[in-house]
């Protein structure tokens, strides 16, 4: 069975930083692009972020731009997302996700349950 299982999350201070992870199961994602997702309460889910699968290559939603940033990890931990100086409006539920193709920010194969992450003000 593959599974992407997202660790990391918590509450923490606006400024703070927290490092969420994706644990990987069932397969190999070396050959996958990774991304980010979130939703937040009462809203769709939104992209956050992709790393190609070489690691060359990055995408960013604008609201994060400066603030987080993905990288490749181990094979059993494909991805990670750093998160620095947090505000309220990324509070949500965030979500590990791969797929087969080049890095878009759309039509992603497989998904985590998610791990919450809340920013006090």
């Known amino acids: 069975q593959v599974r992407l299982v997202e660790s990391g999350g918590g509450w923490v201070q606006a400024g703070g930083s927290l490092r969420l992870s994706c644990a990987a199961s069932?397969?190999?994602?070396?050959?996958?692009?990774m991304g980010w997702f979130r939703q937040g309460a009462g809203k769709e889910r939104e992209f956050v972020a992709a790393?190609?699968?070489?690691?060359?290559?990055?995408l960013y939603a604008d609201s994060v731009k400066g603030r987080f940033t993905i990288s490749r990890d181990s094979a059993k931990n494909p991805v990670s997302l750093h998160m620095n100086n947090l505000k309220p409006e990324d509070t949500a539920v965030y979500y590990c996700?791969?797929?087969?193709?080049?890095?878009?920010?759309?039509?992603?194969?497989?998904w985590g349950q998610g791990t919450q992450v809340t920013v006090s003000s």
């Open positions: 996700a791969a797929r087969a193709g080049v890095i878009v920010t759309t039509d992603y194969d497989y």
């Open positions: 790393i190609s699968w070489s690691g060359g290559s990055t």
């Open positions: 069932g397969r190999t994602f070396s050959g996958y692009t």
